[in-house]
């Protein structure tokens, strides 16, 4: 019977694994560690570039210093970033603008000079097939060219076309003269590297590149570059072997080997990532021993039957039910709580908490700013009301003798729950007994600081809960939180109206001020949101200060009173203003996106977003999440200026459109990949060649599914048919070595 059928690992499934009890784990254990001395047999693949045809010392050096190319193997795992397309010439006549480079023949017709503004010249030609006239275009750097190029010689050219001055125009392009063009006669794509000025000066461009790594392979054989997936794996996938891979990335002769080539390195990539996560999982599991919280009782009922505040949402109950049920295990929760902005999991981190009381033991739960973890400890101990527990809040700026109060009272166990923000990782909080560890908002604290937290009970790890309001598009999800078990909570509590979303530019401004006056007559209240510009903090305060002051005239006080809030206030001066807002002496807050995360005032309802274009989508729907928070209609204004980039239209586009976080992730994601996800970087976890999480979906989901039914069956991978993922897992490991402590 085969381990998995080739239809399922197609399926949408958000199946994150859940591990069975495996006896023989010690053994897999040791299995990982005596694979650490891993000696790799000497191969061709090891030689250093020096001794490759055709590059020889002075050229090694080269490749070393510019592109961190030290053997042929780096040589040949560094793939094209595009390719030239040699297998077609096109007709002008059939040309479409924007599209791919693309190849014609013709004659060159005429070449000029032209003198443009600011002593810039560029230089202008007229090209021909039987079909129809293309203007060519240099600018500068080019000067050279029309001593170069031949009017009346038959060439072939390559580049994209687009309209310039109104006409269709190939800037730029590559020409090279029939009669010498050899290569592009013979129906191929010419492979292009990524490359540098030196890398260019030394003789070693893309072409000369393509010539050392065309005879490189032509010396190499399959028994070089060895088979890394089991057989039944490359049959299943039909994804083709290691070896053409490599040979077509480089040099492929049609449409079809090149995208072979791509699709199997690009689930290479990904498929030994998941493996390891999915490992690291299984030993977590087995490693770590949390105590299982049995009991339902006091605390958690009374709550539940006196205090709640509402009838929970179904997701908020499915939720519950599958962290009490993880929580009910001697393993370690390892748990990740998606919800969108507004979706109530503040509820449901307390209810757990409860939980953890109920079974004798603490719990704390950090937040990434002063500002929220306040609001939680407010939240929460509003929610708690005369119940006796005993919630205390830490953070930097609680010193002196009320720091040593709470230090002694988390020591002797005394306190049941601390709110806090990164303060409560320091090696001087200690408890008597964590078992809950919460971490809200995730994706601002680092995989090392989560793992720190764990590290403060010492027989027993607490389990752990990780709240993110950011929802994390799945493929990106399977990523970096690969070995966490995944909750969403998909459904927003009952009566909210949707937040209307509205783009205005900046002449729309005095109706926009009008509609503030009305709204505020209806008692409601404004958030006013300004960037931050990481270059110029400066600017954006300057920024902030004339938005503040214009609004003075509009809304003067003692009629009108506005807070202000942002960065660099003392963390007490920027309380004193929130706590303005929330008890409704101002009317409108000015901020920066420090009220991004978390904060809760249910009676604003309009968020306006000045210079809209420069906050990331996720930023926005984060910000649009502060309001609709109440039962009033909540409005979006997102303001701008006429000229906006195409990306930025593109992502208000997207604000318009939809409110839900989900989709607006994935946006996210396609326009700007995963870049700046904290934590992940040094990991290695993103460290992907060709693989492009927001593209590569499909990919993806069946190397995921095929780890997992792998994992599943053979967690040590001791079967001789596993062999070579066991050995490409260890080397993995051995070059990412903090891979075991992530998360
Ligand atoms: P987030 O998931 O963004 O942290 P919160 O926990 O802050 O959301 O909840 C947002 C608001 O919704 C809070 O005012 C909370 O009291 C309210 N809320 C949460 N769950 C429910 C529910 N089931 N029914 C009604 N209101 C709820
Ligand atoms: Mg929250």
């Not at 592109?67 to 595009?82: A, E, G, K, M």
């Not at 007709?91 to 014609?104: E, F, M, S, Y």
């Not at 040979?247 to 072979?260: C, D, M």
């Not at 002051?549 to 004193?576: C, N, T």
């Amino acid at each position: 019977m085969p381990l998995f059928r080739v239809d399922s690992y197609l399926k949408y499934q958000f199946d994150f694994i859940t591990i069975k009890k495996q006896p023989f784990f010690s053994y897999f254990c040791q299995s990982i560690i005596s694979y650490q001395n891993l000696s790799t047999p000497h191969s061709i693949l090891d030689t250093p570039i020096d001794y490759v045809k055709g590059i020889g010392p002075a050229k090694g050096e080269t490749f070393r210093k510019e592109l961190n190319i030290h053997s042929v193997q780096d040589l040949l795992f560094t793939y094209p970033f595009r390719y030239i397309d040699r297998t077609t010439f096109h007709l002008i006549k059939d040309i479409k603008t924007d599209g791919d480079n693309i190849q014609l023949k013709g004659t060159l017709v005429s070449i000029e000079k032209i003198k443009g503004k600011n002593n810039r010249s560029r230089i202008q030609g007229m090209f021909k097939d039987g079909s129809g006239f293309l203007e060519l275009v240099w600018f500068q750097g080019a000067t050279w060219l029309d001593k170069v190029l031949q009017v009346g010689q038959e060439y072939i050219i390559y580049g994209r076309v687009t309209i310039f001055s109104g006409k269709k125009t190939m800037a730029h392009p590559e020409m090279e003269l029939l009669s010498d063009a050899a290569t592009a006669l013979s129906q191929t794509y010419d492979p292009v590297y990524s490359s540098t000025e030196k890398m260019d000066g030394k003789g070693l461009d893309s072409k000369a590149r393509r010539k050392i790594i065309k005879s490189l392979l032509g010396s190499i054989s399959d028994v070089d570059l060895p088979e890394t997936l089991p057989h039944y794996v490359i049959e299943k996938l039909r994804v083709c072997s290691r070896y053409n891979a490599i040979r077509w990335i480089h040099f492929p002769e049609n449409e079809e080997q090149k995208s072979l080539a791509t699709n199997r390195i690009k689930f290479e990539e990904f498929f030994y990532v998941q493996i390891r996560l999915l490992q690291s999982k299984i030993m977590r599991k087995y490693k770590y021993k949390s105590a299982p919280f049995t009991i339902i009782g006091e605390y958690f009922n009374t709550f539940f039957k006196t205090r709640l505040p509402f009838e929970l949402t179904n997701a908020q109950k499915k939720v519950i039910k599958e962290i009490r049920t993880d929580m009910g295990l001697n393993t370690q929760m390892n748990r990740l709580l998606q919800g969108d902005v507004g979706s109530g999991k503040t509820i449901v981190a307390l209810l757990c908490m409860l939980i953890a009381i109920d079974n004798g033991f603490q719990s704390c739960i950090m937040a990434p700013t002063e500002i929220l973890a306040q609001q939680h400890y407010v939240n929460i101990t509003s929610l708690l009301g005369d119940m006796s527990i005993n919630v205390a809040f830490l953070s930097g700026s609680v010193k002196g003798k009320k720091r040593e109060v709470i230090l002694q009272g988390l020591k002797c166990g005394e306190i049941h729950i601390i709110v806090g923000t990164h303060a409560l990782i320091e090696p001087t909080v200690e408890f008597q007994q964590l078992g809950l560890a919460i971490v809200d908002e995730q994706h601002r604290f680092g995989v090392a600081q989560r793992a720190s937290l764990w590290k403060k009970n010492s027989a027993l790890a607490p389990h752990i809960l990780v709240m993110t309001a950011t929802p994390i598009p799945r493929t990106l999800a399977m990523t970096i939180y690969g070995d966490l078990d995944v909750s969403v909570i998909d459904e927003l509590p009952p009566g909210r109206k949707e937040i209307q979303t509205i783009h205005k530019y900046e002449a729309s401004r005095p109706q926009l001020l009008q509609f503030m006056h009305s709204e505020i007559a209806k008692g409601r209240q404004i958030y006013i949101v300004y960037p931050l510009i990481e270059e110029s903090e400066t600017l954006d305060l300057q920024n902030l200060q004339d938005g503040y002051e214009r609004l003075l005239q509009y809304f003067p006080p003692p009629d009108f009173q506005i807070s202000v809030v942002h960065g660099r206030m003392k963390a007490k001066d920027k309380d004193w203003e929130m706590q303005r807002f929330i008890n409704k002496t101002t009317q409108i807050m000015v901020a920066t996106t420090v009220i991004e995360v978390g904060v809760n005032v249910p009676n604003a309802s309009v968020m306006i977003i000045e210079n809209t274009e420069r906050f990331g989508l996720s930023q926005l729907h984060q910000l649009r999440g502060r309001v609709g928070r109440g039962a009033d209609q909540s409005y979006c204004i997102l303001m701008t200026d006429f000229k906006i980039s195409k990306e930025g239209k593109e992502r208000i586009a997207t604000m318009v459109r939809t409110n839900n976080g989900f989709e607006i992730a994935e946006a996210d994601l396609k326009l700007r990949g995963p870049g700046d996800i904290q934590g992940t970087q040094q990991s290695g976890l993103l460290d992907f060649k060709l693989l492009n999480i927001g593209q590569d979906r499909a990919i993806m989901d069946a190397a995921r599914n095929i780890a997992i039914r792998i994992i599943e069956n053979d967690p040590n991978l001791e079967r001789d048919i596993h062999e070579n993922i066991k050995y490409q897992v260890a080397k993995l490991r051995q070059k990412h070595k903090d891979w075991a402590r992530i998360s």
